[in-house]
Nanobody, 115 residues
Framework: QVQVLESGGGLVQAGGSLTLACAAS????????MAWWRQAPGKQRDWVAT???????YYADSVKGRFTISRDYARNTVNLQMSTLKPEDTAIYYC?????????WGQGTQVTVSS
């Protein structure tokens, strides 16, 4: 099963930017899709963005135009560039990988946006 590890979280002021990285234990060429999800305190985990092996990309309406998901083949990571951050973006951000019938989650990285 693919293992994924998130990094890049931190504290940022509203309007600022942050880039998260998700490192995979297997080549991202072989992973069907990778996605970012987030979970704010006391709320359910929400989907943020997905990139497929064919590079099809999808975003939640709440982040469209502000977040960009991409693959870094040299580093074997899937990145989430976040800009124009808002306090409501504060959450633990999780990376998820789907390969065949298997679905893997990382442990998450905290993003805090101060107002």
């Amino acid at each position: 099963q693919v293992q994924v590890l998130e990094s890049g979280g931190g504290l940022v002021q509203a309007g600022g930017s942050l880039t998260l990285a998700c490192a995979a234990s297997e080549s991202i060429f072989t992973i069907d899709s990778m996605a970012w999800w987030r979970q704010a305190p006391g709320k359910q985990r929400d989907w943020v963005a997905t990139i497929g092996r064919d590079n099809a990309i999808y975003y939640a309406d709440s982040v469209k135009g502000r977040f960009t998901i991409s693959r870094d083949y040299a580093r074997n990571t899937v990145n989430l560039q976040m800009s124009t951050l808002k306090p409501e973006d504060t959450a633990i951000y999780y990376c998820a990988a789907t390969k065949g019938p298997d679905h893997s989650w990382g442990q998450g990285t905290q993003v805090t946006v101060s107002s």
